[in-house]
């Protein structure tokens, strides 16, 4: 039965990508959007039952509502952005939700509970839900996202960007995010649970805005196609030394976040690339940055134990003790692939055996955070992993479009756009053990507060700039 309810819910992701490829959702013409919120709320309704009745055996019946709330909620939501007669395309946020409602599922079914700031700061010290945590998050934040579509906040908030001529303040912004909380400290703006973290931000929306805002100031220079390469590469290197300067040293020195680092240094990369439209900038830059990984990797003990043991050698290094009775981090790779069955649609919604019959914790590490492709693998197979990864291409070729220019828009979407698919590909390539694992977590499906907030933003920074374009939503 696990099978045949996986095969549907499936089936039903499927179809909702394949309507928001093919078709913009405005809300004066409600018929196909209305057909695509059947299509993945009825798959995910099936879906969450199926695991209240086998998985959680007819227990907690509080949070089964509530993760079956999502669904009017989400209905609730459009019908207020109606009737603020919002007209333009929705369909990346219809994408976004589809993605939030895979990485609520997966919660759901884990059944993990943990602390939680918001309910100690009443008193209450019992554990919660990781699935009702991440469901108040994913609420807040598109409340967030349609509230500030329907007063135009985003609207308002790009084109006040666009108009300023300050580059480097921003840079200076993000300096202070991730800098501040250590020279105040504090080793992180982390809650108990670890639910935020400011590096997100930094990352998503400063970093974004930043490249956007100095790339524009030099358009001039960059659409000439014959432009010396020399003076193109002066320019990548002096804006390359403010991302070191106001990202990359704060963020390794002071926050200890490599894996962010490294994501911003393969961002800043592509997005050059696509810029400058010099393919020979993402060959150096990415043999840079191997470099970088094999210095580190004699530098630092941590980064050895990363790539060694959790990378080039995890299968040797998966049960040796490096010292307090932990194991290596091939420990976790090796366990994630174990857990792993090649098949299309895998065991089954509740089939798996990724948590421990009596603690709250999983047996593959960080299955509910880093390592969230793996339940979703497990148990929904090789199809839900490709879902996920057309999705992130869908944003992608949204975010881009068809015209391809140097203004702040331009850059600021398709960043949106590489930040959101690079960090999903990283991510999945470090859980099927093809790069270092790194913490990088996987955008809309792995817990985490602060990275479901940014991520929204990215989603309502994009809707502002694609409609602020025209974009596709004059498309029949």
Aim: charged letters at 15%; glycine letters at 8%.
């Amino acid at each position: 039965m696990g099978k045949v309810v996986t095969i549907l819910y499936l089936i039903s992701l499927m179809g909702t990508l394949w309507m928001v490829y093919r078709h913009p959702f405005r809300l004066d013409k409600m018929e196909m959007l209305k057909k695509v919120l059947a299509v993945l709320f009825s798959g995910y309704v099936l879906a969450v039952t199926f695991i209240y009745a086998s998985t959680l055996q007819w227990e907690n019946p509080l949070l089964f509502f509530s993760m079956v709330s999502f669904c009017p909620f989400i209905w609730l939501l459009i019908t207020i952005l109606r009737r603020y007669e919002y007209k333009s395309d929705l369909s990346i946020l219809v994408l976004s939700i589809m993605l939030n409602s895979i990485g609520l599922l997966i919660l759901y079914r884990l059944d993990i509970s943990s602390g939680w700031f918001l309910t100690r700061a009443v008193g209450y010290q019992e554990n919660v839900p990781m699935a009702l945590k991440q469901l108040v998050y994913s609420m807040i934040a598109i409340v967030g996202v349609a509230a500030g579509l329907s007063k135009e906040l985003f609207k308002a908030a790009v084109e006040k960007i666009e108009g300023r001529r300050d580059i480097f303040v921003w840079g200076i912004a993000a300096l202070a995010l991730l800098a501040l909380p250590k020279l105040a400290g504090l080793s992180s703006l982390q809650t108990q649970d670890k639910s935020f973290q400011p590096s997100e931000f930094a990352f998503k929306v400063i970093f974004l805005i930043f490249i956007a805002k100095y790339y524009e100031s030099k358009a001039s220079e960059l659409i000439l196609r014959h432009y010396p390469l020399k003076d193109v590469l002066k320019l990548v290197l002096f804006v390359f030394t403010g991302v070191a300067i106001f990202f990359f040293l704060p963020l390794v020195l002071l926050q200890k976040e490599l894996g962010t680092a490294l994501l911003i240094g393969l961002c800043f990369i592509i997005l050059t690339a696509y810029v400058t439209n010099r393919f020979s900038f993402f060959l150096v830059g990415v043999a840079l940055i191997a470099l970088a990984v094999f210095v580190g990797t004699h530098l630092s003990g941590h980064v050895e134990k990363r790539v060694i043991a959790a990378w080039l050698d995890w299968k040797e290094y998966a049960f040796k003790s490096y010292g307090g009775g932990k194991l290596y981090p091939g420990y976790q790779i090796f366990t994630a692939l174990a857990a792993i069955r090649l098949s299309p649609w895998g065991v089954g919604i509740g089939n798996g055996i990724l948590k421990h019959a009596t603690m709250d914790k999983t047996i593959v590490p960080m299955a509910v955070n880093d390592f969230a492709a793996i339940p979703v693998a497990s148990e929904m197979g090789i199809l839900a992993i490709c879902i996920i990864v057309i999705g992130y291409i869908i944003l992608l070729d949204k975010a881009i479009e068809k015209n391809r220019s140097l203004n702040f828009r331009s850059i600021l979407g398709a960043g949106i756009g590489i930040a959101l698919l690079t960090q999903g590909l990283y991510n999945l390539s470090s859980v099927f053990a093809l790069l270092p694992a790194t913490g990088i977590p996987l955008p809309w499906i792995s817990y985490g507060g602060s990275a479901v907030f940014a991520n929204y933003i990215l989603v309502g920074l994009l809707l502002a700039i694609l409609n602020g374009k025209g974009g596709s939503s004059d498309e029949g």
